[in-house]
């Protein structure tokens, strides 16, 4: 069964950094997308930003240039950067991966950008 179990969130202060990590098991294959979203309360869940299945990035417009996604295929691990943040980043931020017509979530890792 597929898992995904991400870390990494926290309270932080406006204009600080944190490092969201999300490790995936229970897979023998590539997943065809993986990256990050987020919701904040009372909001719809967004792209923040993802890996394609060409291997291409894309952010949600609203963190370009501040977010960095990378990832570590032999640990099954992506990562999403976050520096200079604001408090409207506040949010819970999930993992998402994709593979043909399925699709997984991670439970989610909040973030707290005090201002």
């Known amino acids: 069964q597929v898992q995904l179990v991400e870390s990494g969130g926290g309270l932080v202060q406006n204009g600080g950094s944190l490092r969201l990590s999300c490790v995936a098991s229970?897979?023998?294959?590539?997943?065809?997308?993986m990256g990050w979203y987020r919701q904040a309360p009372g909001k719809q869940r967004e792209l923040v930003a993802t890996f394609t299945p060409d291997g291409s990035r894309i952010f949600a417009g609203f963190v370009k240039g501040r977010f960095t996604i990378s990832r570590d295929n032999a640990k099954n691990t992506v990562y999403l950067q976050m520096n200079s943040l604001k408090p409207e980043d506040t949010a819970v931020y999930y993992c998402?991966?994709?593979?043909?017509?399925?699709?997984?979530w991670g439970q989610g890792t909040q973030v707290t950008v005090s201002s």
């Open positions: 229970g897979i023998d294959f590539s997943f065809d997308a």
């Open positions: 998402n991966a994709k593979f043909a017509s399925n699709s997984w």
